[in-house]
């Protein structure tokens, strides 16, 4: 017992040394709305850097996931509708650091609507 507070006194000291910078790295915060009237199956988002995926999203519902951009390229989505086909769309551009709001929006007909609310880091 003894030896677990000095664990602690230690690690608190130690901390309270290191400066805070208030640094946050840039995120994008992804919205994906399935505006059909039926599910979308494995969906999964490639951006650049990386990719993220979901399951199944229901009817008029929506996912959402954070992330960094790490390289410039464009983001694209893929998605299985219905009728078991399977859609890749390709979206905008998106450049390292940005930070912001990106809405993947999935319409009747396996339409796909982009909405960016990105800009560079301040």
């Not at 400066?19 to 995120?27: A, E, I, L, V």
Request: hydrophobic letters at 35%; aromatic letters at 10%; charged letters at 20%.
């Amino acid at each position: 017992m003894r030896r677990n507070f000095w664990i602690v006194a230690a690690c608190s000291a130690t901390l309270a040394t290191v400066p805070f910078t208030g640094c946050k790295s840039p995120w994008v915060q992804a919205t994906i709305v399935n505006n059909e009237e039926t599910p979308v199956n494995l969906v999964e988002v490639h951006y650049p850097g990386g990719n993220f995926g979901v399951q199944s999203i229901a009817p008029h519902g929506k996912y959402t996931y954070r992330f960094h951009i790490l390289s410039n390229e464009p983001v694209k989505v893929d998605f299985t509708d219905a009728a078991g086909r399977e859609e890749q769309i390709k979206g905008p551009e998106l450049d390292e650091g940005e930070e912001g709001t990106l809405t993947i929006e999935i319409r009747a007909g396996d339409k796909v609507v982009w909405t960016t609310g990105l800009h560079p880091r301040k």
